[in-house]
């Protein structure tokens, strides 16, 4: 029989849900990260009208999040990396 007296501390931690902690970071498991299309206009050297153009052929996956479209960076890299391939 445990007679301790739990502390209204001990009491409250004990409740909590810690969450579980993230994987390291690195080439296999990269951040996902999402910006705009103008950001992604910009890192592409491209204007905005290009990137909805491609969205909307689907050359490029964009994601709404809301009234917004965003562009996973990991997808402009792999739009990149088709476009490179199919100018050789």
Same mark, same amino acid.
């Given at each position: 029989?445990?007679?301790r007296?739990?502390?209204q501390?001990?009491a409250?931690?004990s409740?909590?849900?810690i969450? %579980? +902690?993230q994987p390291?970071l690195?080439? +296999?498991? %990269? %951040?996902?990260?999402? +910006? ?5 206009a910009?890192?592409?050297?491209i204007?905005k009208?290009?990137i ?15 009234r917004?479209?965003k562009v996973? +960076? ?11 391939s199919e100018?050789?």
């Open positions: 029989m445990d007679l007296v739990q502390t501390g001990e409250i931690t409740q909590l849900k969450a %579980p +902690v390291e690195n080439e +296999v498991n %990269p %951040p996902t990260l999402v +910006v705009s299309l103008e950001d992604a910009t890192m592409l050297g204007c009208r290009t909805e153009r491609e969205r909307d052929r689907g050359t490029l996956k964009c994601l709404r999040i809301g917004h479209w996973r +960076v990991g997808e402009i890299h792999a739009y990149l990396r088709r476009m490179e100018s050789r």
